[in-house]
């Protein structure tokens, strides 16, 4: 199911599109109820990224963050945190409103962060 999606397709740093030829390793690091988690590391700039997939009414959305992380670290960090997905886009979310300042309520109240106006 990851393998047709353009979102996840070039690198948000170098711009390059991912493919084997390059050597870009993408994985599958996790896959619950219509989020997924894949870590890929960029052929050309070897940089890793973690992409969380969500199956939303509009479609498939991602969203993809620059890690530190090897894949395995990655499955070491997804399985023992706490944060689950929704939490992580939420806090993209808020990233993107600029309401990052607030407290951070964001692990116990994620309607505060939002906002009730966010839609
Ligand atoms: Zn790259």
Redesign the pocket.
């Known amino acids: 199911m990851v393998r047709n999606i353009d979102l996840i397709s070039s690198?948000?740093?170098?711009?390059?599109k991912h493919s084997e030829s390059n050597k870009s390793k993408i994985s599958l690091i996790s896959s619950k109820g219509k989020y997924s988690t894949v870590h890929i590391i960029?052929?050309?700039?070897?940089?890793p990224m973690l992409v969380l997939i969500s199956k939303g009414p509009v479609g498939l959305v991602s969203l993809g963050m620059m890690v530190d992380l090897d894949e395995n670290e990655t499955k070491t960090f997804i399985s023992e945190t706490p944060v689950s997905v929704d939490e992580v886009i939420e806090v993209h979310k808020a990233l993107k409103l600029n309401k990052f300042n607030e407290q951070p309520k964001y692990s116990q109240s994620k309607e505060k962060i939002q906002g009730p106006k966010a839609k």
């Open positions: 690198c948000p740093n170098c711009n390059r960029c052929g050309s700039c070897k940089v």
